[in-house]
């Protein structure tokens, strides 16, 4: 009755153990207290460590969910950057055929081509004429199209004027190159010129090389027409052609960012005959970048571009023709090398190609990288 241990019966441990708990109760009632306490504690500091577990779980969902949604607004925003890009490319394109096309409707042009057909020759009037016409229209445009000169080819491509007045240009035959016949590519100087004929479209001629200043340049040409132009017999009188220096074709550095247009045809510059000739980059606009070496502003984008470029083109020209506009990752390209400074650090990179409305063109491609 004392709790004391008994010998009489054997007892079993659990019996054992409550009777020295009866016999020791106060140290029995601190021990589960402290039990107890340690009980709730742990398993308090449990639910707390998993709480705040679950919560750093979340922050850092969100941490993340935050940072791919700032990737996704930066994505959204080159290629957004790069369609306007190739809009706003398509529309200066679009602008200065119209220009070309609406001059080239003129009665002044064809009367005047036409005394020319038929005579073999421009009378001295008429040769003033023709000049003085080209000269209005030079200074009507020039500040506002950003070109270097203007001129005029006969239906045979002999050049009979250009605007500023140039005697070494007029009197050569021009008729091998783009811009007269429409052609992908420049034809031997030494071909025969009955066998190339003026082109019934708008044309943008091949990139080339400026004989002044060594630098790229591109030809818009508009056929000239003396009759219907809708008769399939008819054949365009001459071509009235502007050749465009392409460093400062557009302001895509002020109106997009660090941008860049590439031509996507076969160009040959120099001894090179490929693809990816860059037209036109930001830097060429900053005085640090200008370097006076030959040839100095002359670069090729990177072969595995130029897949990528094909690839999009295709894409792009198919939601097109089929009236649904393209996914948004389309255009983005991630970390791609500078084709201006080969040797600087790979920068994120969007890209979309410039569609012209004349033939279903895609001849070039706006590049935005992120600064």
């Not at 240009?169 to 004929?197: E, I």
């Not at 009759?227 to 502007?242: I, S, T, V, Y």
């Not at 089929?322 to 500078?338: F, K």
Request: charge should be negative; charged fraction near 25%; hydrophobic fraction near 40%.
């Amino acid at each position: 009755m004392a709790d004391e241990p008994v010998t009489a019966i054997s007892e079993t441990m659990p019996e054992r153990l409550m009777r020295f708990f009866r016999r020791h109760r106060v140290w029995s009632l601190t021990l589960a207290g402290c039990t107890l306490t340690a009980i709730l504690f742990f398993g308090g500091s449990s639910l707390l460590l998993g709480q705040m577990a679950r919560q750093e779980h979340d922050q850092r969902l969100a941490a993340e969910a935050a940072k791919r949604a700032a990737e996704v607004a930066r994505e959204q925003g080159l290629i957004t950057a790069a369609e306007l890009g190739a809009k706003i490319v398509s529309a200066e394109v679009e602008h200065r055929w119209q220009v070309l096309g609406d001059a080239a409707r003129s009665n002044s042009v064809s009367e005047i081509l036409a005394a020319y057909k038929q005579l073999g020759k421009l009378s001295p009037e008429k040769r003033q004429r023709l000049q003085a016409w080209l000269d209005g229209l030079y200074a009507q445009h020039q500040q506002s199209l950003r070109f270097q000169s203007l001129f005029v080819l006969d239906g045979d491509g002999m050049q009979i004027a250009c605007s500023p007045s140039s005697t070494e240009a007029v009197g050569t035959w021009q008729g091998y190159r783009t811009v007269f016949h429409g052609g992908p590519q420049d034809l031997d100087s030494n071909t025969p010129h009955d066998l190339v004929r003026p082109s019934r479209h708008e044309v943008l001629s091949a990139a080339f090389l400026g004989e002044a200043e060594d630098e790229v340049m591109v030809d818009f040409s508009a056929p000239i027409w003396g009759q219907d132009e809708n008769d399939l017999e008819a054949e365009p009188m001459g071509m009235l052609a502007m050749s465009v220096p392409m460093a400062d074709f557009t302001e895509l550095d002020t109106l997009v960012g660090d941008a860049f247009l590439v031509d996507l045809r076969e160009n040959r510059i120099g001894d090179e005959s490929r693809r990816g000739l860059i037209l036109e980059h930001s830097r060429s606009r900053r005085s640090e970048f200008r370097m006076d070496s030959d040839m100095a502003d002359v670069a090729w984008l990177d072969p595995a571009c130029i897949e990528r470029a094909d690839r999009l083109t295709n894409l792009v020209r198919r939601s097109t023709r089929h009236g649904h506009r393209m996914t948004v990752d389309a255009g983005w390209w991630g970390d791609v090398p500078d084709p201006i400074l080969p040797d600087a650090r790979p920068a994120a990179t969007a890209a979309w190609p410039v569609k012209l409305r004349a033939r279903d063109q895609v001849p070039w491609l706006v590049m935005v990288r992120q600064r």
